[in-house]
């Protein structure tokens, strides 16, 4: 039971609020706080998956055996049971199921999971939610003030053409 224990501790321990006061000094912003938070735990979700695939090596040494002895009873005997049948076949699902579901559906469920504790469940989440609002709005806004000047641009250069016409 100790072996199925998790080699690699969740990063509890190292979220965008500690980030933001172990800086200290007021030049990083909340939201880059947590821009770095979220590139640590991605880091961290390629070892849940990995520490997920190696839990998964038993059961690929399994089905390699199984499929193994198969092939020698039917060069042997032409055919296997129909239980050996069921067996390998719930053992393929077994190892293939893992294998989506470590790879796949836990790395995307713990960062749905982290992502909705820290907009919404953490002491802190509205002011983090607050500080990536204005960041979000401060890009519209850019965004809309680069859309006029080159409007603004082109209609000069077009006055421009027409006066020299």
Not at 42 to 68: C, D, N, Q, R, T
């Amino acid at each position: 039971m100790e072996s199925l224990r998790t080699i690699v501790s969740p990063p509890i321990f190292c979220d965008w609020e500690d980030l933001h006061r172990i800086d200290g000094s007021g030049n990083v912003d909340v939201e880059e706080c947590f821009r770095r938070w979220q590139r640590a735990f991605v880091k961290f979700l390629v070892l849940f998956a990995f520490e997920h695939v190696l839990l998964l090596v038993p059961l690929a040494l399994l089905w390699y055996e199984i499929e193994s002895r198969n092939r020698t009873v039917r060069r042997g005997l032409g055919s296997i049971l129909a239980d050996e049948s069921h067996v390998t076949a719930l053992v393929s699902a077994f190892l293939f199921g893992g294998a989506a579901l470590a790879l796949v559906l836990l790395p995307t469920a713990q960062m749905l999971l982290a992502r909705a504790y820290f907009l919404y469940g953490h002491p802190w989440a509205r002011i983090l939610r607050r500080e990536l609002d204005e960041e979000a709005r401060t890009r519209t806004r850019t965004g809309s003030e680069r859309v006029l000047e080159a409007g603004a641009a082109e209609s000069a250069a077009d006055t421009m053409m027409e006066t020299r016409l």
